[in-house]
């Protein structure tokens, strides 16, 4: 399925201070995955429905502007196509494309509000 949201991030100053208050105020299970300070997220338990998350130390995609808040990123099947329709429409990017082996292309856009999000272009190898 496309155009879902498929996974969203944390952005925190004190990532180990985050990771304990979600893991206790919402019995989600935080695991260590890739760069320091970045945890994969699983909501839910079981068979339960689960969105992927993400807890991280805060950032800037824009320099001089911190991460506040969830970012969201949403599957879509062509991330070129998704970039120039995101453009046409009167959003821009906030970063270029990237690739990660095993998660897919990603972009972080602005949409006509300011709102940062981003595109997953899924890897199919994965």
């Not at 105020?25 to 890739?34: L, Q, R």
Request: hydrophobic share 35%.
């Amino acid at each position: 399925m496309t155009n879902l949201i498929s996974f969203f991030a944390i952005n925190a100053d004190d990532v180990s201070r985050a990771r304990t208050f979600y893991e206790r105020v919402f019995d989600w299970n935080c695991e260590p995955w890739g760069p320091p300070d970045f945890y994969l997220i699983r909501t839910g338990k079981g068979p339960e429905a689960s969105v992927g998350g993400g807890l991280q130390a805060r950032r800037e995609l824009v320099p001089n502007q911190k991460m506040v808040g969830y970012e969201c990123t949403i599957d879509i099947p062509n991330i070129d196509q998704a970039i120039r329709d995101i453009e046409t429409h009167g959003g821009r990017l906030a970063a270029p494309k990237f690739y990660i082996p095993g998660v897919g292309t990603i972009a972080y856009f602005f949409d006509t509000e300011g709102n940062v999000a981003g595109i997953r272009q899924p890897d199919k190898s994965a």
